[in-house]
């Protein structure tokens, strides 16, 4: 996506800071004039419609959010390392998003279709066969054990964005059990956490 001038940009920027604090149904495009510092009239003229400025805005959001993948799937490095640097990856770019997830929920709630479209248009360029094939060598050299990769995609998604879905309440939580932990410093252990959990669901049973 490519923005042409600081007019363009503030507005964007309003919009996406908008649509993921309240949603598509409840941003209006006098919202969006108001927090860009700009007339309605000079909004209309960049942006005509609201739904054109929330496919851009979502669009630039999910690529943000996804997993840099391609690349390091591309890295000379084995399978377990490369599942663990993608869900690292995740959380970090959750970490710079923390209003994300929730905007996907309230969104998916409102339309599904188009949010799952979204995604999925940027799972696509995954090259899953390559994944396929070093998941048979490395099974074969008996350093993974066989899994489903749905599975694991699912897995990845779930372990990493649940803990940014709960922000709002794990403070309380914390509290509750004694602690005087941050929510920085719970999602920098958090990290460790999950990429153990994925090492130990990829290490080979023993016979």
């Not at 503030?10 to 949603?23: C, D, E, H």
């Not at 391609?70 to 490095?77: C, E, H, Q, V």
């Not at 360029?125 to 694991?152: P, Y």
């Not at 602690?179 to 080979?204: A, C, Y």
Request: glycine fraction near 4%; charge should be negative; proline fraction near 3%.
């Amino acid at each position: 996506m490519e923005l042409h001038d600081d007019t363009e940009q503030r507005i964007f920027n309003a919009a996406q800071r908008l649509f993921l604090q309240k949603g598509l149904s409840e941003t209006t495009m006098q919202d969006i004039a108001d927090l860009a510092g700009i007339s309605r009239t000079s909004l209309h003229y960049y942006f005509r419609s609201k739904d054109r400025l929330f496919e851009k805005s979502l669009n630039n959001l999910i690529r943000n959010i996804m997993p840099r993948i391609d690349s390091t799937l591309a890295k000379d490095i084995s399978l377990r390392d490369k599942i663990v640097e993608i869900a690292t990856s995740y959380i970090e770019q959750l970490r710079g998003n923390e209003l994300l997830p929730g905007f996907l929920i309230m969104e998916l709630r409102r339309d599904p279709q188009e949010i799952i479209r979204f995604v999925f248009s940027e799972w696509t360029t995954i090259d899953f066969q390559s994944i396929k094939n070093q998941m048979d060598r490395e099974v074969e050299a008996g350093l993974i054990r066989r899994f489903d990769i749905s599975q694991m995609v699912i897995t990845i998604m779930g372990l990493c964005t649940f803990p940014f879905i709960c922000e709002p309440i794990l403070s309380d939580v914390f509290k509750a059990l004694g602690g005087h932990q941050t929510f920085d410093n719970f999602i920098t252990e958090r990290k460790n956490i999950v990429n153990q959990m994925l090492s130990l669901w990829l290490t080979p049973s023993e016979k």
